[in-house]
């Protein structure tokens, strides 16, 4: 009895051994056909193998072949390679777009580039190789061509364009951007901004006249503010009367410059 006892957990003992060897042979089989599959997946199946797997829309500026181009594609090429965030930061620094969107799509397999133009928020004026240029300026200070403003199809008569950008250069886009990121907050006061060679900045409203801003430094976000201030306050103090220009070349210390006052001819001699 005692012997059968024993006999019995000796063949228990070696079927749960075959059934964890059986188990362990399903595993190594499974994942074998598995990586397998996947590599097969990858190298053969996630592959874009030409031009026409490419995506691009958005754009009435952009074609295919720019978007390739200026990504330097080659194929045939694996999806899984490209990275979406790094491709978008390439696009969108090579090519005049506003916002770049890259995604991989697997079924089928192909790439999707979608695009906003630039859109123009103001007319620009600079000096080129040839003499004065005319375009325009995107919110970031970035120049557009007329023929790139014509690609986009908006009609600047119909946009609303009424600010002109004078004298711009590459140097001046930063303080560019700021100075139009808060356009909203000065109003339709703003009608010209000025580039002067030497680097001084004016701004020319239709309230308080020309406004002096100075050097491009890291004051200017303070004498913006000042600006936004001076032209809640300033109209009505003066009454209708017009400054000939104002001085925030030190924001702490705003000068104001009226006009002379006109002198009274005197009156014929009396006898």
């Known amino acids: 009895m005692i012997q059968s006892q024993g006999q019995r957990r000796q063949q ?13 042979w399903r595993v190594l089989v499974f994942s074998s056909v598995a990586l397998g599959l996947g590599y097969a997946l990858l190298r053969y199946g996630w592959v874009l193998n030409g031009p ?10 952009v074609q295919r072949d720019q978007v390739i181009q200026a990504a330097g594609l080659r194929f045939p090429l ?20 506003d916002q770049v969107q ?21 007319r620009a004026e600079r000096r080129g190789p040839r003499g004065p240029e005319l375009g325009y300026v995107d919110h970031l200070g970035n120049w557009m061509t007329m023929r790139q403003q014509a690609g986009v199809g908006l009609d600047p008569s119909q946009a609303g364009l009424t600010l002109l950008i ?7 886009r930063q303080a560019l951007a700021v100075l139009l990121s808060r356009r ?41 503010e000042v ?18 220009s104002i001085d925030l070349s030190d924001p702490d210390q705003p000068e104001l410059a009226l006009p002379a006052p006109l002198r009274q001819q005197p009156g014929p001699a009396r006898p």
């Open 227 to 244: 600006l936004e201030h001076l032209l809640q306050t300033l109209p009505k103090r003066l009454k209708g009367r017009r400054l000939q």
């Open 166 to 172: 004078k004298g711009w250069q590459p140097r001046y």
């Open 12 to 24: 228990l003992r070696q079927q749960r051994r075959r059934e964890r060897l059986r188990q362990a």
């Open 184 to 224: 909203q907050q000065l109003g339709s006061a703003l009608v010209t901004i000025r580039f002067e060679p030497g680097g001084s900045l004016w701004l020319d409203t239709t309230s308080l006249g020309a406004v002096r801003f100075g050097p491009l430094d890291q004051r200017l976000p303070q004498r913006i």
């Open 78 to 97: 694996t999806l899984l390679g490209l990275q979406p965030g790094r491709l978008a930061q390439e696009l969108s620094v090579a090519l005049p777009v």
């Open 52 to 61: 026409d797997q490419v995506e691009v829309s958005g754009s009435r500026q």
């Open 102 to 122: 890259v995604q991989r799509l697997m079924a089928p397999p192909r790439l999707r580039v979608q695009l906003v133009d630039r859109r123009a928020v103001a």
